[in-house]
């Protein structure tokens, strides 16, 4: 995966990141990036928030930081999300998205 070929977006509170997430999958895992998106699939299904919930829980345990850190910013009911990370530099996110 190539992190430098995400639109990243530096705001007043953190960064934001495209996400394109297939709910219902096997194992929740980070994909790669697909046209400037981060591409992720969660085994929880897309209802009442259990898909986003579990985003933001692999986001956090995938980049070592907290839940709380991460909150879902457009998106809420669409495969294509935005979610802004905050407590974190862009180059800091870019090296953790390197490792994963």
């Known amino acids: 995966m190539n992190p430098d070929d995400l639109n990243l977006r ?3 509170d953190g960064i934001e990141i495209p996400v ?3 709910a219902g999958g096997r194992k929740n895992e980070i994909r790669g990036t697909r046209d400037g998106q981060l591409r992720v699939a969660v085994t929880q299904v897309a209802e009442k928030g ?3 919930d579990a985003v933001i829980a ?3 345990k995938s980049f070592g930081i907290a839940k709380s850190s991460i909150k ?3 998106g809420s009911k669409s495969t294509k ?3 802004e990370i905050s ?3 862009k180059a800091e996110l870019i090296e953790k ?3 994963c």
Request: no cysteine; charged share 25%; hydrophobic share 45%.
């Open 10 to 12: 530096e705001t007043g």
């Open 72 to 74: 879902l910013t457009r």
């Open 81 to 83: 999300k935005t979610f």
């Open 50 to 52: 259990k898909a986003n």
């Open 87 to 89: 407590n974190i530099s």
């Open 20 to 22: 394109i997430v297939r």
């Open 58 to 60: 692999l986001l956090a």
């Open 97 to 99: 998205l390197k490792v």
